[in-house]
C-alpha cells in the first residue's frame, strides 16, 4: 500500500535525496507506463528536480511490453486499463520490486497477487476537490433537469420543461463513504443548507452517520465515494436500489461497479428513480477514454441509459483537472523514490 511520504525541501525533493544529491547519487530509473502526452510533459518537468530519469512508454503495461522496465525496480502505471495477472508475473521476471498506480483505486490490478510475487502496490493521492467540484455539479445538473433542457435547447425547443428543479436546500443528500473526497464533498453542501447524512465503517467526521440502509430511504441524492472491493462490489444491488425513494437522484463519481447497473436501468425505466449522474460505469474499460463517434459502441447497457432523458453519463473525468494530475504525477515519482529510500535505509 502506500507509504507515507518523506520530508521534502524547498523543491519538493525529499530531504535524504536532496542530501545524497552532493555525492552524486545517480538518478533513479522509474519506468512510466500508459503515459499520455499532458502527463508526459509533466513527468519530463518534475523528473529532474526530484532526481529521477524516466522512461516514458505512451502504451498501457502489459505481458508484451513489460521489458521495457527492465532495470528499473520501479514503474508507474495508468488506471484505465487492467493489468493481469500474466502482466505481473513478467514484471517480476524483469526485476519489479514496486507498482505506483496513478489513482486513488487499486480495483485495475490484484494487489495480493503482486504482493506474492514480490512487488509491493502503492496509490497516490491528489487534490480530492477536483472529484467533490464535479460531484456537486451532477447533483445540482440532476436536480435542475440539465440533460433534458439543454437536449431541447439544442432543438431549439426554449419551453419550460414540463417538470420543475429543485433546490439542494430542500432535500436530504445521503454520501456513501467519508474519506477524503466525501469528506469534501460534505463540506460544500453545508453552503447549500440541504440535510447532510453519511455512512461509512472506516472514515468519521462529525456528519450525522445512519446505516446504509436507513441512508438510502432518507436520501433525496445518493452520491458513492467508497472505495471498490469485494465487499463494496454492488453496494447499491437490486434490493437496495428498492429503497432509494421514487424520485431521489443516484450519483456515482467513485467507481462502476459500486452500483448494479443493470437494477439501476430497470428502475430508471420503470419510474422507481429520479435519475442518474455517473462519471463511471461497469464494463466502461476499452469504451471510455476513446472517440467511438464513428464505430459501435459495445455495450447495451450504456446506450440504453444514454437514451433516458434523466441520467447524465460522463467519461470517468472527474478527477481531470490540471492541479490533481499535477498531484498524481508528482506523487507517483514520490512514491518511487519513498519506496527506494525505505529500502535503502532499513
Known amino acids: ?63 508484451e511490453n513489460a ?19 500474466s502482466t505481473l508475473r513478467a514484471l517480476s521476471r524483469n526485476g ?35 472529484v467533490a467540484d464535479y460531484t456537486l455539479m451532477l447533483m445540482l445538473m440532476a436536480v435542475r433537469n440539465a440533460q433534458s433542457v439543454v437536449r431541447r435547447a439544442e432543438l431549439h425547443d426554449y419551453r419550460l420543461n414540463d417538470v420543475r428543479g429543485r433546490e439542494l436546500r430542500d432535500l436530504t443528500v445521503g454520501v456513501v463513504g467519508t474519506g477524503r473526497i466525501g469528506a469534501a464533498v460534505m463540506d460544500r453542501l453545508r453552503g447549500f443548507g440541504c440535510r447532510v447524512v453519511a455512512t461509512d465503517k472506516w472514515s468519521k467526521t462529525s456528519a450525522e452517520y445512519v446505516s446504509l440502509d436507513e441512508l438510502l430511504q432518507q436520501s433525496d441524492i445518493v ?15 437490486r434490493r437496495r436500489i428498492k429503497m432509494v425513494k421514487r424520485d431521489a437522484v443516484v450519483v456515482n463519481t467513485g467507481r462502476g461497479a459500486l452500483l448494479d447497473t443493470r437494477a439501476l436501468l430497470n428502475a430508471l ?7 442518474a449522474a455517473l462519471d463511471v460505469l461497469e464494463g466502461e474499460e476499452g469504451i471510455f477514454y476513446a472517440d467511438h463517434s464513428n464505430k459501435p459502441v459495445e455495450s447495451e447497457l450504456l446506450l440504453r441509459l444514454q437514451r433516458l432523458p434523466n441520467v447524465l453519463i460522463s467519461p470517468h473525468t472527474a478527477y481531470y483537472t490540471d492541479r490533481a494530475l499535477s498531484d498524481t504525477v508528482e506523487n507517483s515519482i514520490i512514491n518511487c523514490l519513498n519506496f527506494e529510500s525505505r529500502n535503502q535505509h532499513g
Not at 521489458?67 to 502505471?77: D, K, Q
Open 223 to 237: 452520491t458513492l465515494h467508497t472505495p471498490l472491493t469485494a465487499e463494496t462490489h454492488h453496494l447499491l444491488d
Open 96 to 130: 519489479v520490486a514496486y507498482i505506483s498506480t496513478r489513482s486513488i483505486g487499486y480495483n485495475h490490478l490484484d494487489v495480493r497477487y503482486a504482493e506474492s510475487l514480490g512487488i509491493s502496490v502503492g496509490n497516490v493521492s491528489y487534490s480530492p476537490d477536483s
Open 67 to 85: 521489458e521495457l522496465a527492465f532495470g528499473n525496480r520501479c514503474i508507474s502505471i495508468g488506471h484505465k486499463t487492467r493489468v493481469t495477472n
Open 1 to 63: 500500500m502506500t507509504y507515507s511520504e518523506p520530508a521534502r525541501t524547498a523543491d519538493h525533493r525529499p530531504e535524504w535525496l536532496a542530501s545524497a544529491a552532493t555525492t552524486a547519487v545517480p538518478a533513479l530509473g522509474i519506468t512510466i507506463f500508459g503515459c499520455e502526452p499532458d502527463e508526459a510533459n509533466l513527468f519530463q518537468q518534475l523528473a529532474p528536480r526530484l532526481g529521477v530519469l524516466p522512461t516514458l512508454v505512451p502504451d498501457a503495461v502489459s505481458e
Open 269 to 275: 425505466e420503470s419510474d422507481r428513480l429520479g435519475g
